[in-house]
């Protein structure tokens, strides 16, 4: 029972300090978001579950994480509303799914983290059927100078701790297979929210 509550107590803590920072800085990421979505979605990196009120009835979710004790909680949260999650440890570098297996993919506040935003951009298109929702928010470079000097500062020390980037933008590192849509940025440009789509089917097969 020990590691029950002690993984009950970590997420909680997780959850307070999220929600605390984005409702000062972005309080309508997640529904901007996740609302976007449908049909067979992934969502990569879902923790504790946070993006779940938003998803329409219509899709189906699978949660990818690297922490089984979150995925646990997730899908705890999940059968709390309802909804069936399909939980799988994996790795945005490395997804363990078929090529083009999903119509949106959701990715909310952890490219920052992981190793190599390249890469997990790659198999998030492998993974997108043709036509797919690329859907993305994330804390990136500021546009506004004085904000990102402070990045840079944050970054000295986040970097080497936790490995969380600041100064990172995503979306100008999307594969040739993706167009934006829309995007918004927010919080003098440090929060970026993209919708893009991977290329359509007629499209990829008249070249």
Known sequence: MANVTETADSAK????????????????AREWVVTRASGDTVEVAIGTGLNLPYYG???RLTGV???????????????QRGRKLHAVVGDAAQLPFADASFD??????????VPDVGVALTEFARVLRPGGRLLLADHVVATTAIVRLG???LEAITIPASGEHYTR?????????FTVVDSH???????????????????????
């Open 65 to 79: 994480d690297l922490s089984p004790a979150m995925l646990a909680v997730a899908v705890e949260r999940a059968a």
């Open 169 to 177: 933008r995503p979306a100008a590192q999307l594969p040739a297979d």
């Open 185 to 207: 940025r927010r919080t003098k440009g440090a929060v970026e929210y993209v919708e893009a789509r991977t290329r359509p089917a007629s499209v990829i097969g008249g070249q």
């Open 104 to 113: 949106s993919l959701v990715c909310t506040f952890a490219l920052c983290e």
């Open 151 to 153: 990045q840079r500062l």
């Open 57 to 59: 009835a219509d899709v």
């Open 13 to 28: 803590r997780f959850d307070q300090t999220m929600l605390s920072l984005e409702r000062r800085f972005f309080p309508d």
